[in-house]
Nanobody, 123 residues
Framework: QVQLVESGGGLVQAGDSLKLSCAAS????????MGWFRQAPGKEREFLCA????????YCSDSAKGRFTISRDNSKNTIDLQMDNLKPEDTAVYHC????????????????WGQGTQVTVSS
């Protein structure tokens, strides 16, 4: 399995931007689809965005489209999530995820995920 470590979270104000990063180690990250999901207190996991192994195609949920952008760099075994125009309802722990099948990331049931990074958006 691949090990994932997220970074880049923090406290921001509504309307700000934030970029999250995820470093993958262990088995070669390029052999996995990768993505992001989040979980707010008392709520279920919510899929955000994912990218196929090559990074040439990306997919985002309706709630993420237009504000969140995913990218990956297989030479560095990293994926990023650029988040713009953040809102208080974006407050959550953001997790990086990896799986052989992108579908498993989209249903927030990946084989691997990181500990997460907290994002707090104040109004």
């Amino acid at each position: 399995q691949v090990q994932l470590v997220e970074s880049g979270g923090g406290l921001v104000q509504a309307g700000d931007s934030l970029k999250l990063s995820c470093a993958a180690s262990g088995r070669t990250a390029s052999s996995y689809a990768m993505g992001w999901f989040r979980q707010a207190p008392g709520k279920e996991r919510e899929f955000l965005c994912a990218t196929i192994k090559s990074g040439l195609s990306t997919y985002c949920s309706d709630s993420a489209k237009g504000r969140f952008t995913i990218s990956r760099d297989n030479s560095k075994n990293t994926i990023d999530l650029q988040m713009d125009n953040l809102k208080p309802e974006d407050t959550a722990v953001y997790h990086c995820a990896a799986d052989q099948k992108l579908h498993n990331i989209a249903v927030t049931n990946p084989v691997s995920w990181g500990q997460g990074t907290q994002v707090t958006v104040s109004s």
